[in-house]
């Protein structure tokens, strides 16, 4: 059974760090792509980026580039999403995603199994 469950959110001021993590089973971990999306409330769900299944490819929302880091270690079978001088507006349930591959056109990857999501609250 294929499994990716998220964690690592919680409440952190504008300005501030958070790491989180996604952990996954049930699939070979070193030949998939794996994405991260949010969601803020009211608004539609966003891809934020992606990491290919090798580690050496990723790719970001133009919103995030240059503050939020993807990466993976093999012996864990884990995700991370470094985010760094977080802004109110990256407040949402953020999730991560098996994607059927990882490229500039991520977004039209098959999303085919979803974790449950975690929260992130940056407040101003």
């Known amino acids: 059974e294929v499994q990716l469950v998220e964690s690592g959110g919680g409440l952190v001021q504008a300005g501030g760090s958070l790491r989180l993590s996604c952990t996954t089973s049930?699939?070979?971990?070193?030949?998939?792509?794996i994405g991260w999306f949010r969601q803020a409330p009211g608004k539609e769900r966003e891809g934020v980026g992606c990491?290919?299944?090798?580690?050496?490819?990723?790719y970001y929302a133009d919103s995030v580039k240059g503050r939020f880091t993807i990466s993976r270690v093999s012996a864990k079978n884990t995700v991370y999403l470094e985010m760094n001088s977080l802004k109110p507006e990256d407040t949402g349930v953020y999730y991560c995603?098996?994607?059927?591959?990882?490229?500039?056109?991520?977004?039209?990857?098959?999303?085919?199994?979803w974790g449950q999501g975690t929260q992130v609250i940056v407040s101003s």
């Open positions: 995603v098996l994607l059927s591959y990882c490229s500039l056109t991520y977004l039209h990857a098959a999303r085919n199994y």
């Open positions: 990491i290919g299944g090798g580690g050496r490819r990723t």
């Open positions: 049930g699939f070979t971990f070193d030949v998939n792509a």
